[in-house]
């Protein structure tokens, strides 16, 4: 199982950071390794909306997902269950502190190709990852920081 976790300080309220996530439909707008997101339920926002979302690795647009949104709990947290090619979940958490938000960003998945997958994930995926994912955060920071001062 691969296992990321990534934190990063915001100096707005979690209500700030909240609504720059839960806005599913424009999450390729801060996320860096989005090149395309369709949420394919009725249901927009919250619980149970699905989204069928193609990401960059390595700048090839070869990930294929299909997230479902697990849990909904504004403006503290946000699961998604990952089933397409990778399987497994995502987690975001909002956490109120002095002057701010700290905005943690897990995920753990199975990568394809069993103990090859695992391997590769180790050695070439994982730092990659950490980069896109700290890219992604700075531009949430960056959006809910300025909705703040706003």
Request: hydrophobic letters at 50%; glycine letters at 8%; proline letters at 5%.
């Amino acid at each position: 199982m691969a296992h990321l976790d990534i934190r990063k300080f915001i100096a707005a309220p979690p209500e700030a950071v909240w609504d720059v996530l839960a806005d599913l439909e424009h999450q390729g707008a801060w996320m860096v390794d989005v090149r395309r997101l369709d949420i394919v339920t009725e249901e927009k926002r919250g619980a149970g909306a699905v989204m069928h979302v193609t990401s960059e690795l390595f700048g090839l647009p070869i990930v294929k997902d299909v997230m479902a949104i697990t849990a909904w709990e504004p403006p503290c947290r946000m699961d998604v269950e990952h089933r397409g090619q990778f399987h497994g979940s995502g987690q975001f958490l909002l956490e109120r502190v002095d002057n701010g938000t700290i905005f943690t960003w897990i995920e753990d998945f199975r990568p394809p190709l069993g103990p090859l997958g695992e391997a590769l994930f180790a050695l070439a995926v994982r730092s990659h990852l950490l980069r896109v994912f700290a890219r992604s955060m700075e531009n949430v920071r960056r959006l809910a920081e300025a909705a703040g001062a706003a």
